[in-house]
């Protein structure tokens, strides 16, 4: 019968097995998946592997922060931070097609994390080689990604369908069968704390699809304020428990017209998509308290440039996607 002792006992047998004496690295992305795959795979080989998190700038606001402190405190593990947030940029400049941004940055990560590995030889040249990628992999990515094939279905999870097809590495995807819930629980089993293991879904290429339109620093800077508001309202009302998660887009090449003190404005809508869910394969839109909506627009139209309307996505998965791109 599943356990999740037993998922951990067969996943650490597989890792032992798989990776022997040689080295790993893991992607860590500041989420729950990232966080227990590496857990799992330190349990099995330790010292053997290297945690890098890639600061590809599609960060929320103290992200970065939270992964160097949280990540490290809880598990001891040896994590190597990558800036790489002028090479995701440039990758990205002109770019507004979702699936072309998704495939940009999958790529870009696993040249960093090709990088890194080369780093980690060079700090280290008598050891065993670093030959195998770790990553978080879900069951409901493998499916919504076409099996791994390289065909997204519905779009490329950048773990998944945005791999190049001359990857160095091989990979270790121990939650690739389990959902999110499983591996919420396997994390806790791993002993992860809460902050880390409760927290909600955050996409790998991040905030770099939730812009309609090109990524670009100012862009970016402008969601991000509106993203930490949203946050900040929502667990001030005892809301994060209740949402699986609330994206936040800016629909960058959409402007409105509006008025502010005595002037007419013309910014961009900022839309929030808060959502119930099981395992993210369907989805409702959260019936979210008005008050709590209405705190977040007041604060978003008054606090963040450019932006002077907030609306509201009440699709539900299908037809819409959690993320809009
Ligand atoms: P969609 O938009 O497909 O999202 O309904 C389903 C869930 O997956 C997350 N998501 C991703 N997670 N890499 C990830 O690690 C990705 O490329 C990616 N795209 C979407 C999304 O936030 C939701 O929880």
Same mark, same amino acid.
């Given at each position: 019968? %599943?356990?999740?002792?037993?998922?951990?006992?067969?996943?650490?047998?597989?890792?032992?097995?798989?990776?022997?004496?040689?080295?790993?690295?893991?992607?860590?992305?500041?989420?729950?998946?990232?966080?227990?795959?590496?857990?799992?795979?330190?349990?099995?080989?330790?010292?053997?592997?290297?945690?890098?998190?890639?600061?590809?700038?599609?960060?929320?606001?103290?992200?970065?922060?939270?992964?160097?402190?949280?990540?490290?405190?809880?598990?001891?593990?040896?994590?190597?931070?990558?800036?790489?947030? #002028?090479?995701?940029?440039?990758?990205?400049?002109?770019?507004?097609?979702?699936?072309?941004?998704?495939?940009?940055?999958?790529?870009?990560?696993?040249?960093?994390?090709?990088?890194?590995?080369?780093?980690?030889?060079?700090?280290? /040249?008598?050891?065993?080689?670093?030959?195998?990628?770790?990553?978080?992999?879900?069951? /409901?990515?493998?499916?919504?990604?076409?099996?791994?094939?390289?065909?997204?279905?519905?779009?490329?999870?950048?773990?998944?369908?945005?791999?190049? #097809?001359?990857? #160095?590495?091989?990979?270790?995807?121990?939650?690739?069968?389990?959902?999110?819930?499983?591996?919420?629980?396997?994390?806790?089993?791993?002993?992860?704390?809460?902050?880390? $293991?409760?927290?909600?879904?955050?996409?790998?290429?991040?905030?770099?699809?939730?812009?309609?339109?090109? $990524?670009?620093?100012?862009?970016?800077?402008?969601?991000?304020?509106?993203?930490?508001?949203?946050?900040?309202?929502?667990?001030?009302?005892?809301?994060?428990?209740?949402? %699986?998660?609330?994206?936040?887009?800016?629909?960058?090449?959409?402007?409105?017209?509006?008025?502010?003190?005595?002037?007419?404005?013309?910014?961009?809508?900022?839309?929030?998509?808060?959502?119930?869910?099981?395992?993210?394969?369907?989805?409702?839109?959260?019936?979210?308290?008005?008050?709590?909506?209405?705190?977040?627009?007041?604060?978003?139209?008054? #606090?963040?440039?450019?932006?002077?309307?907030?609306?509201?996505?009440?699709?539900?998965?299908?037809?819409?996607?959690?993320? %809009?791109?």
């Amino acid at each position: 019968s %599943w356990t999740t002792g037993n998922v951990i006992d067969e996943q650490v047998a597989a890792i032992q097995a798989q990776v022997g004496t040689k080295r790993a690295i893991c992607g860590l992305s500041g989420g729950v998946d990232s966080a227990v795959a590496a857990a799992l795979v330190q349990k099995a080989i330790g010292s053997q592997l290297t945690c890098v998190y890639v600061d590809h700038g599609l960060m929320r606001q103290g992200e970065t922060e939270q992964v160097e402190k949280d990540f490290v405190a809880a598990t001891g593990v040896q994590l190597k931070v990558v800036d790489a947030q #002028e090479r995701f940029l440039s990758a990205l400049a002109g770019v507004s097609d979702p699936e072309e941004k998704r495939k940009i940055i999958g790529r870009e990560f696993i040249r960093v994390f090709e990088q890194a590995q080369a780093e980690i030889v060079a700090e280290a /040249p008598g050891d065993q080689p670093v030959e195998f990628l770790v990553q978080g992999t879900l069951y /409901p990515d493998v499916v919504e990604s076409g099996g791994g094939t390289g065909t997204a279905n519905i779009k490329s999870h950048h773990n998944v369908g945005g791999l190049p #097809e001359d990857l #160095e590495f091989q990979l270790i995807e121990p939650l690739r069968k389990l959902f999110k819930d499983e591996v919420r629980m396997v994390g806790q089993e791993l002993g992860l704390p809460d902050e880390i $293991v409760q927290r909600q879904p955050f996409p790998g290429p991040g905030l770099g699809i939730r812009i309609v339109g090109e $990524v670009t620093r100012e862009r970016l800077d402008l969601l991000r304020e509106a993203d930490a508001i949203a946050r900040e309202e929502l667990t001030a009302a005892g809301l994060d428990r209740e949402i %699986w998660q609330c994206p936040v887009v800016l629909l960058a090449d959409v402007r409105s017209v509006g008025v502010q003190g005595d002037g007419r404005t013309y910014g961009h809508p900022i839309v929030l998509r808060p959502v119930s869910s099981e395992d993210a394969m369907t989805a409702d839109w959260s019936r979210l308290p008005y008050d709590v909506l209405a705190k977040i627009s007041t604060r978003i139209t008054n #606090e963040v440039a450019d932006v002077n309307r907030v609306v509201l996505d009440v699709t539900s998965k299908p037809p819409g996607t959690i993320e %809009w791109e």
